[in-house]
């Protein structure tokens, strides 16, 4: 955990060491006040929660999410310092999971940065603040499953570009998987059951769900077992690009 916890520091320093991380914490909440107030209507709608400010969380971060992981081992490789990195001791799952939690981190940040909309809520009416609150927990969890997904995608590559790129469409799939226009399509020639489980693995279902207060099991599990799976799958390319 030790060795953990220096490439967490190191990597989270790293973030902003550059005005990048205060560009993208900038451009997030700008966003995310357009999308809350302008597109969504917070004021209009005349009550007092903050659905038009999570229900747009999925599409933020679609392009978001990509672009916080897109230089996770793109950049480390295409300068060469990943194989100073794995010479450092600690084991390579501890390199992964340590760079992961340091963009989990630093996108938690930016989310905790969204407070006062959520004050100005407050201010103006009598939210359930319970709700937010699983809301914020469900979006941290959401926006982690789509890091995993990136890091394991930068991992591949060794152009940051090409990273995002693909970061993006992978993360559009994953989120628009259980809309109705994806699930007709694939009714027409799949099976109920695997047109239930293409629905299960979309991020928009999940979150939509968790936005109405209720943290199901099966939910928090399912961002927990892609985080898993994803950086097992981020492990794996490391260590083969390193054989190779």
Request: proline content about 4%.
């Amino acid at each position: 955990m030790t060795g953990t916890l220096s490439v967490f520091r190191r990597e989270l320093a790293g973030y902003f060491a550059t005005p990048v991380a205060y560009v993208f914490i900038v451009g997030f909440l700008l966003l995310a006040g357009i999308f809350t107030f302008y597109v969504g209507g917070l004021f209009e709608r005349g009550q007092a929660d903050l659905k038009p400010f999570f229900m747009f969380h999925p599409w933020l971060y679609v392009v978001m999410m990509p672009a916080i992981a897109m230089r996770l081992w793109a950049e480390e490789r295409r300068s060469g310092t990943i194989e100073l990195l794995l010479t450092l001791p600690v084991g390579l799952g501890g390199v992964v999971l340590g760079k992961f939690l340091a963009a989990w981190a630093f996108t938690a940040i930016a989310l905790a940065l969204t407070f006062p909309v959520w004050i100005t809520v407050n201010l103006l009416g009598d939210p359930d603040n319970g709700v937010i609150v699983a809301s914020y927990i469900g979006s941290l969890l959401m926006a982690g499953g789509y890091l995993a997904i990136c890091a394991c995608l930068s991992a591949a590559t060794r152009n940051q570009v090409v990273a995002f790129v693909v970061g993006v469409v992978v993360c559009l799939l994953f989120t628009v998987a259980g809309s109705p226009i994806v699930l007709d399509a694939v009714a027409g020639w799949a099976p109920s059951v695997l047109v239930d489980a293409l629905a299960s693995f979309s991020f928009l279902t999940r979150f939509s769900a968790i936005m109405n207060g209720v943290i199901d099991a099966r939910d928090a599990v399912f961002f927990a077992s892609l985080i898993a799976v994803w950086l097992f799958a981020n492990t794996v390319v490391v260590d083969a690009n390193k054989a190779g």
